[in-house]
């Protein structure tokens, strides 16, 4: 009986599907386990073999949880929102719908294929109008929600105006705007609504405001800054330049220290944790106001003689070392930042101008990264030293940023390198608070020894003394407060695209109402084109019904607006990162079209036990997911504030590229091992056009790449090699192996176990087909050891040998299966084969729950063979083998037999045999007798359980 893996696999596949085999029970006497892989999105090229690496790691664990007993939910969706389908759809003017739904038609078919035991019937698709309506509405209650600090947690937006119409907000300690007004309760009631509606929107934790964006104009809309790579858009490469927007923000600031202590909750990786701790960046300082001088003032040779404190500004600086303030020679300020234009003097003005207009065309990140460039322009200001009275120039540098403390700093270069280095640059002064002290790189770091010298009260003061010291006087004068600050922005959650979920948002006189749930979803509306209207406006100005009749509560014709009863609706759309934000709680109950999720399913499932994905989302997906978690606890939705208890970060399948070189201004292509003392380009060639030898198929390269076809190719031994390298699996690079064609040789269950063979899970490793033979030929060797015999219906009793073989298995595999060693459990299974089929074993009391062991990593066959063993149910369900020790637990031992110190034979004997019994049994071994000869020995010595010796 030969192993016909296509229609094995085909078989079983159909099986699943038509049994609905895995299909998950909100209600069960079983416990619970949740396991969970990020959701992929469904590009049109489709799965590569690196992509499934975290599915079926997944996967095996979720079998191997039912095999022990658990109900298992373990589904599978697709983020499917997002801009590659839109720039498809403006090239070619095909609707992002069409495009979506063909590529994950595609995806399934692929996933399918490779065997997962995922819950279809609860498959999410984030562009699908019944799943993005409860994204609407978790932005709802977000709207109608404030941070209360006193409770340390997120309320209804009622309570806090129950709060103003008693007393006004003087008492309310909340995450607000830095610009909230003060106002009493009777302030308040005399409001108008508007008035009213602006000021909530300073508390609510989704508020609308003017921000600083990345902006890509030929996109059209707002990136990320993980949607930047190098200054341009991660998607086409087009230039990013900052500039400020009205957008919808997401106040996950507030979460900030939540979001920092809750990782000490969950056992996620600790690089990731430590993503996630640096990018929330909490530092504990001082907040330290300086006034800004008038720009009126007389000037000598001297510099500035005369100043006076007419104007009306201050800059804010938070500082980690308020205590190294007598060392401040000059301030900057973010190109960015609002009081640059207001301050800038007249003869400044078209420098700081150009310089800010230059900046807006780099990225943060850049900016960050860029520790060797200096760059800066002197606005012509000054502020004043809140303790010397002294005036301060003001610059404004790219190294500061807007987004990070206040966008200003106090500039200490003797503590500061990157300070310092400004100084020295444009021959700004540096004065030395730390004359005679130690300030070395590590000293200053070490906030336990440094002492302050030449700064007035501080002088001679330790760090700790100094700091105190400094806080106490600044509130003293009024300058300045004890702060911890977070390097975490709000969140930007407006998208200048079409294919998103629009905003279930309406404007009355130009403030934001919320549709109510009983109207959604609010869903897209065609439009001819995809690009911004001609206006500037986002796509969804290109629709011609796209208003709110507020009485019928449905979409109109936006000629009928009036803003009486019809309004207009927002354009903007959300970000790629809020239909996955809450997904994995949403599967917990997809059908469900009166609620997100029944209390019922949210209080069985609870939350994810095990969450597979990449470490890329570190401070996207995941950061974003537990800011709205921990919302839907504070209001009550969900009984776990923090979504997913474990998480693995899967490591990188790479490939291994293929490059041709061409000489550089020739149309000359050298082999590899001509191109030493050769200035040539390497280009990427496809890998399905070399062989296994590194040789190229010229024509087939000239057939794929027409502007090669007159190139000359120089061989060496009449062929030409490539170069090789390994790098990411990717489209671009051309080293893409698709995992279809290697079901089609080899069958899924081979690509699932080489995939976990490849090494750890969380590591990354190199892709070579070649070595999927390996595997391959292990399932044929385990189709061989059931088939040749031991289904004939003959039953054989296991050998003690055949026992110790499939225990020392299961005991490996699970410990291996528990700790995610997967990698090791296929070499078990090749080592317990082999020795089974050495053993000639027949039995079905080991070949049965050998079955099973393997049924995780390679279901397919795993099933089939449960089938001929005799079982007419899946084997999905059938209990996990029990290890029993006493298999493993040796009854013999084999001792050397020596003679005056040499080994001579070996002898099989009772471990539980005394020393005299020991003796007598070699002494009467006719082995024994022969080296002997007849003769005497004169001693015999004996280790029990060790050695036997025999002097002669």
């Known amino acids: 009986m030969n192993y016909d893996f296509r229609e094995i696999e085909a078989k079983w596949q159909k099986y699943w599907a038509e049994n609905e085999t895995f299909k998950a029970s909100n209600d069960s006497d079983k416990p619970k386990f949740y396991a969970l892989s990020m959701f992929p999105y469904p590009s049109g090229a489709g799965l590569h073999v690196g992509h499934p690496l975290g599915y079926i790691a997944t996967d095996i664990y979720s079998r191997y949880k039912r095999h022990k007993g658990f109900n298992v939910l373990h589904p599978m969706g697709y983020d499917s929102f997002g801009l590659p389908a839109e720039q498809y759809a403006i090239q070619t003017g095909q609707h992002p719908a069409i495009t979506t739904e063909n590529n994950i038609n595609r995806y399934r078919e692929q996933l399918d294929q490779l065997g997962f035991s995922f819950d279809w019937s609860r498959e999410v698709r984030t562009s ?78 989704t508020y609308l405001a003017d921000t600083e964006v990345n902006w890509c104009p030929a996109l059209g809309t707002v990136l990320a800054n993980d949607e930047i790579v190098n200054g341009v858009s991660e998607r086409g490469g087009h230039p990013v330049v900052r500039k400020k927007m009205t957008q919808w923000s997401m106040r996950i600031t507030a979460y900030a220290q939540r979001l920092l202590d809750g990782l000490d909750k969950i056992d996620w990786p600790q690089p990731l944790k430590d993503s996630q701790t640096n990018w929330i960046g909490r530092s504990v300082g001082a907040s330290v106001t300086f006034n800004v001088l008038d720009a009126e003032r007389s000037r000598s040779d001297e510099d500035v003689v005369s100043t006076s404190l007419n104007h009306p500004d201050q800059i804010e600086v938070f500082t980690t070392r308020p205590d190294t303030i007598f060392g401040v020679s000059f301030m900057t300020l973010a190109p960015e930042h609002e009081l640059v234009a207001k301050i800038t003097t007249p003869e400044q003005k078209a420098e700081v101008e150009a310089y800010v207009e230059a900046t807006a065309k780099r990225s943060e990140r850049d900016r960050m990264a860029d520790v060797k460039t200096i760059s800066g322009v002197f606005t012509g200001a000054y502020a004043e030293h809140p303790f010397t009275k002294e005036p301060i120039p003001i610059w404004i540098g790219d190294y500061v940023l807007a987004s990070y403390g206040t966008g200003a700093v106090m500039a200490v270069p003797c503590g500061d390198q990157r300070d310092y280095d400004f100084a020295k640059h444009y021959n700004i002064a540096i004065p030395n608070i730390f004359e005679g002290v130690d300030i070395s790189e590590e000293a200053f770091a070490d906030k336990e020894t440094t002492v302050i010298a030449n700064s007035d009260f501080l002088n001679g003061l330790p760090y700790k003394d100094a700091m105190k010291k400094i806080i106490n006087e600044l509130e003293k004068i009024g300058h300045g407060e004890g702060k911890v600050n977070y390097r975490l ?97 949403r599967y917990m109950d997809p059908r469900n079209d009166e609620a997100i999720f029944s209390p019922e399913a949210i209080n069985y499932w609870q939350d994810v036990d095990l969450y597979i994905g990449g470490s890329e989302h570190a401070t996207g997906h995941l950061l974003y997911s537990r800011f709205w978690q921990k919302f839907m606890f504070d209001m009550g939705y969900v009984p776990k504030d923090e979504f997913a208890q474990k998480l693995i970060n899967q490591g990188m399948i790479t490939g291994t590229s293929a490059f041709v070189y061409r000489e550089l201004d020739s149309n000359k292509l050298y082999s590899k091992g001509l191109i030493a003392g050769r200035n040539v380009v390497p280009i990427h060639a496809d890998v399905s056009l070399v062989n296994a030898s590194d040789e190229l198929d010229i024509e087939a390269f000239k057939e794929w790449q027409p502007e090669y076809k007159d190139a000359e190719f120089i061989l060496e031994d009449g062929k030409y090699i490539v170069g090789r390298e390994v790098e990411k699996m990717s489209k671009s690079k051309y080293n893409v192996v698709n995992p279809d064609a290697i079901c089609e040789e080899y069958g899924a269950d081979s690509l699932r176990l080489y995939e976990m063979f490849l090494g750890p899970l969380e590591q990354s490793k190199p892709w070579n087909t070649a070595g999927i033979t390996g595997v391959h030929s292990f399932l044929k060797k385990l189709w061989k050891l059931y088939t040749n015999g031991s289904l004939s219906g003959a039953e054989a009793e296991p050998t003690a040998d055949n026992l110790k073989t499939l225990h020392k298995t299961i005991k490996k595999v699970e410990e291996d299966i528990e700790n995610f060693s997967f990698n090791t459990s296929v070499s078990t299974f090749m080592i317990c084969v082999n020795e089974l089929t050495s053993q000639k074993c027949t039995s079905k009391a080991v070949l049965e729950p050998l079955a099973i062991l393997v049924s995780p990593y390679a279901p397919h066959i795993a099933e089939e063979l449960w089938s001929h063993l005799g079982y007419s149910d899946s084997i999905a369900e059938a209990p996990f083998p029990t290890f029993e020790e006493k298999y493993l637990v040796e009854s013999s031992k084999e001792y050397p037999i020596s003679f005056n110190g040499k080994m001579r034979f070996k002898l099989e004997l009772p471990l539980d045999m005394s020393k005299d019994e020991i003796e007598a049994a070699v002494l009467a071994h006719e082995k024994t007798q022969a080296q002997l000869g007849g003769r005497t020995p004169k001693k015999v010595i004996v280790v029990p359980g060790k050695i036997v010796n025999i002097v002669g």
């Open 128 to 205: 699908n109008p019944q799943y993005y309506k409860w994204t609407q509405w978790i932005f709802i209650q977000l709207f109608n929600a404030w941070y209360n600090k006193k409770s340390d947690k997120a309320e209804n937006i009622s309570s806090l105006v129950s709060i103003f119409e008693k007393e006004g907000n003087a008492n309310v300690e909340a995450s607000c705007d830095d610009d909230t007004p003060s106002f009493d309760a009777a302030t308040w009631n005399g409001y108008s609504d508007t008035e009213k509606q602006e000021i909530l929107l300073k508390y609510r934790l």
């Open 489 to 585: 922005r709000d969140a930007v959650f407006s998208r200048q695209r079409y294919w998103g979920e629009p905003f279930p948002v309406y404007y009355v006189d130009g403030m934001p109402q919320m549709i109510d749930l009983e109207h959604l979803p609010l869903k897209l509306p065609e439009v001819e084109k995809y690009l911004p209207t001609e206006t500037g406006e986002p796509p969804l100005g290109n629709a011609t019904t796209w208003a709110w009749d507020r009485l019928k509560a449905e979409v109109v014709s936006n000629e009928l607006i009036d803003n009486e009863n019809v309004f207009p609706l927002e354009l903007n759309t959300m970000p790629g990162w809020a239909g996955s934000s809450q997904y994995f709680n």
